[in-house]
């Protein structure tokens, strides 16, 4: 078994996304195959790099409160949301408040089939 506190751990900055990032998988010693994650943070007033990828992604926030834009669409987020983003389209959060928007980021390959 192997357990992640994110607040025993060294964030690090990621200026290609404009966030400060912990990624939790894959592991050292633990291969996650066709999907990773991280622990994310934004902080007030920044907003993270739009792009886009090949991958799925989901995020799931923690804490904070900001705007997701994903393609033409942009909604508010806060505690408790979650958002699946498509393969292709370009996505970004806006930290719309004065603490860090704090979220976990789950992606995998989008050609991954199913078992």
């Known amino acids: 078994m192997r357990i992640f506190h994110a607040e025993n751990e060294t964030w690090a900055p990621e200026p290609a996304y404009n966030t400060t990032a912990r990624r939790v998988f894959p592991w050292d010693g633990f291969d996650a195959g066709v999907w990773g994650g991280a622990w994310v943070s934004v902080r007030p007033g920044e907003t993270s790099t739009p792009h886009a990828h090949a991958e ?3 995020f799931f926030v923690i804490s904070g409160q900001g705007l997701l834009q994903h393609g033409d669409e942009e909604h508010p987020v806060r505690y408790g949301s979650s958002a699946k983003m498509e393969p292709g389209v370009t ?4 930290n719309t408040g004065e603490q860090d928007l704090v979220f976990i980021s789950v ?3 989008a050609t991954a089939e199913r078992q």
Do not use: A, V
């Open 107 to 109: 992606w995998w390959d």
């Open 91 to 94: 996505h970004s959060l806006t």
């Open 56 to 58: 799925h992604e989901i």
